[in-house]
């Protein structure tokens, strides 16, 4: 595959993660809200049914998502190995945090709404970051060429 084709598709990628946190952030805040008292309140009285038919399909598409800007990652020479280890299990575990907190709060234990929103947040960061450097290396990657 040609480094032009790479970049773009880096690019592009890119482009949809940032839509994908800008409107996810967006939609907590008029949903639930970023104080602690709004998350315990919207996931307090979920069931654990209707929990799950959320989470099963936010799993499997930020998976698949995490993934392909993992592998996006690995083709940056400039960064170490170890950098896009570290940044690769920090979006994994940020994603498990926030994910499996939603059903603590709903067992009643609301304290993980603290998790919850440290662990969305840093999620959002996080994956934000990742981009940037992805989008500064594409940029360098298309003046080469």
Request: overall charge positive.
């Amino acid at each position: 595959m040609n480094t032009r084709l790479l970049s773009f598709l880096a690019l592009g990628f890119s482009a949809l993660t940032i839509l994908q946190a800008l409107l996810g952030t967006l939609l907590f805040y008029h949903t639930i809200g970023f104080s602690l008292d709004a998350i315990n309140n919207y996931y307090a009285p979920k069931s654990l049914h209707g929990l799950l038919e959320v989470l099963l399909p936010h799993t499997l598409f930020i998976s698949i998502a995490l993934m392909a800007i993992t592998h996006f990652l690995s083709f940056i020479q400039t960064i170490s190995e170890n950098t896009k280890r570290i940044a690769t299990h920090t979006l994994f575990l940020l994603f498990v945090l926030d994910q499996s907190s939603v059903l603590l709060i709903a067992s009643g234990f609301e304290i993980f709404a603290i998790v919850k929103l440290f662990a969305s947040t840093m999620f959002q960061i996080s994956l934000s970051l990742v981009w940037i450097v992805m989008f500064k290396h594409t940029l360098k990657a298309v003046e080469k060429n």
